[in-house]
């Protein structure tokens, strides 16, 4: 069963920046896409990036530009650099695997002055 666990999280001020990790166990790390999704008080869960085994990203239109996604197989984690923060990106930020019904505990990112 894959374990994910996000670290990284905290409050940034606009325009500042942050880099999220997402650890993952009991899979082969290697052979499988992780997403990056955010969850803002009051709303739906969202994609915000996914990257494939192969190490090519997808990026939702409101992040584009801003954040990047990359992957460390060799330390079975995946990477959200975040960028030029916006008030509007504070939310709690996921990681899961796709096809896997698990998600880790999240961690909070608040844009905030």
């Known amino acids: 069963q894959v374990q994910l666990v996000e670290s990284g999280g905290g409050l940034v001020q606009p325009g500042g920046s942050r880099r999220l990790s997402c650890a993952t166990s009991g899979i082969r790390f290697s052979y499988f896409a992780v997403d990056w999704y955010r969850q803002a008080p009051g709303k739906q869960r969202e994609l915000v990036a996914g990257i494939t085994p192969g190490g090519t990203p997808i990026y939702a239109d409101f992040v584009k530009g801003r954040f990047t996604i990359s992957r460390d197989n060799a330390k079975n984690t995946v990477y959200l650099q975040m960028n030029s923060l916006k008030p509007e990106d504070t939310a709690v930020y996921y990681c899961?695997?796709?096809?896997?019904?698990?998600w880790g505990q999240g961690t909070q990112v608040t844009v905030s002055s």
């Open positions: 899961k695997v796709p096809g896997l019904d698990s």
